[in-house]
């Protein structure tokens, strides 16, 4: 006994000081860096642009699929012949220009000539052509499904791709110009199995910004690319990009108010927004949304087959309400599955469903539901709405609506879990609403197709929906070539979408994103919280104040 | 039931050992809570504790559940609002007290799931020398195993309610409770009244119930207080975590709430709070235990 007490102080005394020896080479390291970069910032050439996220990156490989982070950091390195500029809109990236031949069965990229890789080869059509090639022969990620069309790509020469396609489809070329990364031909072809290639080390890119040093948990350090031809004046003016987990928003709040960090990668919670009211030197962008959020029913449960059930659920939720409480009034309504952003689609003949539970009760009873026992809540329906826990906004509207729902005389269960759960649980359908967001959809017409063809092809109809009809809508919209008919025939389904409910749309948010404007100026933000302040596009625009 | 069979035993057979060991445990009941209570952290724990089971029992009486949305969000504390609003015009203060409500149930609950199997996992150990190598091991295992990414894993996994979080902190609780009981059993099983009952006859189920149980209840009500505040802990922590019950107000969620919405740096009173009431019930319930403990405690009372 008397050993151990003996031996306890020593071992307490190692303990603490080990304890303030790291506190101590924290703060030290802390403190150089602040010197660092603030008199980075001062020097103008030199200024280190340092970006917060969340998470770390969990895959260098561009070809694959990817979180925020992976897209953010590998958005930067490798060019995509398009991009979504403010409006929302297909703007031009590595290609010039694309258009249609044969009727609508070849599309054509012209690319620009001015890319270069940082080893010093200039970026060419063959990388194009591999970086496709590769992916429909892996079938990675979500570009592979965008892909199915293509019979061959042709290079012919420098900077001409074509792709020959199995049938006219018309968002071909926006969807994958937007999505697919152009890879390095001469580095990537010799890494072998391109679905293994972890690329995490000596990276070769053609964006305003190529990784240097990766340390997980803690930093992502990027240097600039010397010769970047859509930064003004050919190269970047911010000479380094360092994104610095902050797994907390809160921390990360703070962060950016002590100048530890220039601009929060991910938005601003709409609760938080009060914390930069007094703080002259943090800048707020709004920027609108490329999805939606909102409440998909699982068409195999016996009751949400039912149209006027899905109705009902759609009366029961207060999507006003949502809007001005839970997002502050940073948020529209929708009616179908539309987003009002794709405005020549849009059908503004929609009106949302009316906020009326009573009503939304009548209907379940005129349906033939019954409560028997008096408790004002229907026997037998009551339904599970899964969502993912950390996702604030909509935990909080899973919990509105179950209190809402239940003055419909419907009952609901709360199953927000943990992100890891909700996830297995959404991709092996077990859930009976789902609550869920939407990140981004670049057109209408691939949004329709991965959420409401039976053969399911981009793995996100929720609805598990299988019906021919909707199916064969799709299917006739798709092969539309005539701009104005293609249109109307998305209006139509839009409207179809909306009568039967397959799902009730809550809100397109508009996310705000808050930078240090003493410091740094001339994001071009686009929209989507994907997207945001830090598209390549972005990055290479940036300047430092003063 | 428990004086009177002893009562039969001395009759029926003159055991001197065995009057003279059970003896002060029987008859020093309620002197033993006489001096507990007049010691003031005693009495005021107590008390603590006590209005906490009021809260939780009247929550419906003292606020309305919180729902719904509130024009005044995010107000700082008010005569209106006691400790101020959340990010959807919420009152904290009924978040607070209805909070009480699954933080006892959860706390009292899963403390009660580790008692028992601790208990008698821990007397079994005890007497019964084969069960003890297997029992310690066990324990040790238990006490080895990072509990709190396995309570993680194991509340990610099944559906989150107050029952499952229950049983979970319970089950992981045991060991604890199992080692303290079996080192109070040791001692016990080795007095020699245990012999003489062993000589007399006695069944070993009625040595463990009658003989050594009675001798560690007042262990098991220590070990009660103390794992129940664990629990308490464990609940906020994984309520916090995002894997608490999302239909159920915990003291874990309203930190949650405020931490996921990013107004942990804007809104003082959304953590302050519920980490008080935290504190005060942990506190209440590891004093209570402690003095408790002291009470019982032999070298203390001279005895």
């Known amino acids: 006994m008397s050993k151990f007490l003996s031996r306890r102080p020593g071992r307490w005394r190692s303990a603490v000081a080990l304890g303030a020896v790291a506190v101590l080479g924290l703060s030290g390291c802390s403190l150089n860096e602040g010197t660092g970069s603030s008199s980075g910032g001062d020097s103008g050439d030199g200024a280190v642009l340092r970006i917060g996220t969340t998470t770390d990156v969990s895959n260098f490989n561009p070809l694959q699929s990817l979180s925020k982070t992976d897209s953010w950091i590998l958005n930067a390195m490798y060019p995509h012949l398009l991009r979504i500029d403010e409006n929302a809109k297909k703007a031009p990236e590595l290609a010039k220009e694309y258009r249609y031949e044969d009727g609508g069965r070849t599309a054509v990229f012209t690319l620009r000539d001015d890319f270069t890789w940082t080893d010093g080869k200039p970026v060419v059509a063959e990388d194009v052509k591999f970086s496709a090639e590769t992916i429909m022969k892996y079938k990675l990620g979500n570009v592979a499904a965008k892909l199915t069309w293509v019979e061959s790509i042709e290079a012919p020469d420098a900077t001409t791709v074509k792709f020959r396609l199995s049938q006219p489809y018309a968002p071909f070329a926006e969807g994958v110009g937007f999505w697919m990364s152009i890879v390095p031909k001469h580095v990537f072809e010799k890494a072998g199995d391109l679905s293994k290639f972890p690329n995490d080390s000596n990276w070769v890119g053609a964006g305003p910004f190529v990784l240097e040093t990766a340390t997980k948990g803690q930093r992502y350090v990027m240097k600039r690319n010397d010769r970047y031809p859509l930064a003004p004046g050919g190269k970047p003016a911010v000479s380094q990009v360092e994104y610095r987990i902050y797994p907390d928003v809160n921390t990360m709040m703070l962060a950016l108010r002590n100048g530890d960090i220039d601009l929060m990668g991910t938005p601003v919670p709409a609760s938080a927004t009060k914390t930069f009211d007094n703080d002259e030197k943090i800048k707020l962008q709004k920027v609108g949304a490329l999805g939606f959020a909102h409440l998909t029913y699982n068409m195999n449960n016996k009751h949400l087959a039912r149209q006027e059930v899905r109705q009902a659920l759609s009366m029961s939720v207060d999507t006003k309400a949502v809007i001005s409480s839970v997002l502050q009034g940073g948020g529209r309504q929708m009616a179908g599955p539309i987003s009002p952003i794709f405005s020549d689609y849009d059908n503004t003949d929609l009106q949302p469903y009316p906020f009326d539970p009573a009503g939304a009760k009548a209907k379940l009873a005129s349906a033939g539901f019954k409560d028997g026992n008096g408790d004002g809540l229907f026997d037998d329906l009551t339904f599970g709405v899964a969502c993912d826990q950390s996702n604030a906004n909509i935990t909080r509207v899973v919990q509105l609506f179950r209190e809402s729902a239940a003055k419909a005389g419907i009952s609901l269960e709360n199953q927000c879990v943990e992100r890891n759960t909700f996830l297995s649980r959404t991709k092996s359908g077990e859930y009976d609403i789902d609550a869920s967001q939407w990140g981004v959809f670049d057109n209408p017409m691939d949004q329709l197709r991965s959420t409401y063809l039976s053969s399911n092809p981009g793995g996100i109809n929720y609805n598990l929906l299988k019906s021919e009809e909707m199916d064969k809508l799709i299917t006739d919209a798709a092969a539309t070539t005539d701009a104005a008919a293609f249109k109307d025939k998305i209006k139509n389904i839009d409207r179809v979408v909306h009568e039967q409910a397959y799902l009730t749309p809550l809100y397109v948010e508009d996310f705000q994103f808050a930078y240090n404007a003493s410091r740094f100026t001339g994001f071009v933000a686009s929209p989507s919280d994907l997207l945001g302040m830090v598209t390549a596009y972005s990055l290479a625009q940036v300047k430092p104040v003063g | ?303």
Request: aromatic fraction near 6%; charge should be neutral.
């Open chain 2, 1 to 303: 039931m428990e004086p009177r069979s002893r009562e039969r035993e001395v009759g029926t057979v003159s055991a001197p050992v065995l009057t003279e060991q059970t003896a002060p445990v029987v008859s020093a009941a309620r002197p033993v809570w006489r001096d507990y209570l007049r010691q003031p952290s005693a009495w005021l724990s107590v008390t603590v504790l006590g209005l906490m089971v009021l809260l939780a029992v009247g929550a419906p009486l003292i606020a309305v559940e919180p729902g719904g949305t509130g024009p005044d969000v995010l107000q700082p504390p008010s005569g209106r609002h006691w400790f101020g609003t959340d990010d959807l015009g919420q009152d904290i203060f009924a978040q607070v007290v209805w909070g009480t409500r699954t933080s006892l149930v959860i706390g009292v609950a899963a403390s009660l799931i580790a008692l028992v199997l601790g208990t008698a996992i821990g007397l079994l150990s005890a007497y019964f020398r084969p069960v003890d190598a297997v029992g310690t091991v066990i324990t040790d295992v238990m006490l080895a195993l990072p509990t709190l990414p396995l309570m993680i894993m194991l509340a990610a996994v099944v559906n989150p309610s107050v029952w499952t979080l229950t049983v979970i902190i319970g089950v992981f609780a045991w060991p604890e409770v199992a080692r303290l009981i079996r080192s109070q059993g040791l001692v016990v099983t080795a007095m020699p009244y245990i012999d003489g009952a062993r000589v007399l006859g006695a069944t070993a189920w009625r040595i463990v119930t009658r003989e050594i149980l009675p001798a560690v209840i007042s262990l098991m009500v220590v070990s009660v207080l103390l794992t129940a505040s664990r629990a308490v802990i464990s609940e906020a922590g994984l309520s916090f975590l995002g894997l608490g019950d999302p239909d159920a107000w915990s003291w874990g969620r309203i930190l949650l709430n405020a931490q996921r919405s990013g107004v942990v740096a804007i809104a003082w009173w959304q953590t302050l709070f519920p980490s008080l009431a935290i504190l005060v019930l942990v506190l209440a319930a590891t004093v209570a235990g402690m003095r408790f403990n002291d009470i019982r405690d032999p070298r203390r009372n001279g005895g």
